[in-house]
């Protein structure tokens, strides 16, 4: 079963900078392009960032140079360092994988998701 795995959210005050860190795990063959969602309740989910194999990023406009996504194939592992972090940034981030596994199948997988706290 290939497991994606969030960690690094907490709370930090408006102005503040957190690191995501998302690992997968188990079975995996291929691990292709990566991405960070982000949603809050009443809201619309938000594609923040996303990477390819060789590191193509591309980036929401409300994080646009303020948010870095990176990765490390080896380890099988993206990162997302938030900085200058507002308000507006609060929600539960979600690392998204499209996976190749040992077992033959292609899919897209979610981790659970890891909270963010921005306050004012």
């Known amino acids: 079963q290939v497991q994606l795995v969030e960690s690094g959210g907490g709370l930090v005050q408006a102005g503040g900078s957190l690191r995501l860190s998302c690992v997968a795990s188990?079975?995996?063959?291929?691990?292709?392009?990566m991405a960070w969602y982000r949603q809050a309740p009443g809201k619309q989910g938000e594609l923040v960032a996303t990477i390819t194999t060789g590191g193509s990023t591309n980036y929401a406009d409300s994080v646009k140079g303020r948010f870095t996504i990176s990765r490390d194939n080896a380890k099988n592992t993206v990162w997302l360092q938030m900085n200058s972090l507002n308000p507006e940034d609060t929600g539960i981030y979600l690392c998204n994988a499209v996976v190749g596994t040992t077992w033959g199948r292609t899919a897209e997988y979610w981790g659970q998701g890891t909270q963010v706290t921005v306050s004012s």
């Open positions: 188990g079975g995996i063959s291929r691990l292709t392009a």
